[in-house]
Nanobody, 122 residues
Framework: VQLQASGGGFVQAGGSLRLSCVAS????????MGWFRQAPKKEREFVAA????????YYADSVKGRFTISRDNGKNTVYLQMNSLKPEDTGIYYC????????????????WGQGTLVTVSS
């Protein structure tokens, strides 16, 4: 499986962006798709995840109520709708796949997309 993320850009605080992650190849039903982000000089952090089968969703506390993760199984695509963006949301956003079930740790995700840059100005 290869992942291709897109949708990043420059937005003012309070604005919205929708990220997309298209997967080539089969995504097994046991997979979990996640979004992570990495700000300059910071470690990569968990943002949100969704179970490919069943659609259960999980969020970091910092984005709850503002971000929504969803998937379209027919299009092999995962989305991250980001509303009420804040300057601290700035970073490179990566989509990733975990074959072994839900995890908030980047080390458990074996497949990564190339990242898309989100910049939120104050």
């Amino acid at each position: 499986v290869q992942l291709q993320a897109s949708g990043g850009g420059f937005v003012q605080a309070g604005g919205s962006l929708r990220l997309s992650c298209v997967a080539s190849g089969r995504i097994f039903s046991s997979s979990v798709m996640g979004w992570f982000r990495q700000a300059p000089k910071k470690e990569r952090e968990f943002v949100a995840a969704i179970r490919w089968s069943g659609g259960g969703t999980y969020y970091a506390d910092s984005v709850k109520g503002r971000f929504t993760i969803s998937r379209d199984n027919g299009k092999n695509t995962v989305y991250l709708q980001m509303n009420s963006l804040k300057p601290e949301d700035t970073g490179i956003y990566y989509c990733a796949r975990a074959a072994g079930g839900l995890s908030y740790s980047a080390s458990r995700y074996g497949t990564w997309g190339q990242g898309t840059l989100v910049t939120v100005s104050s």
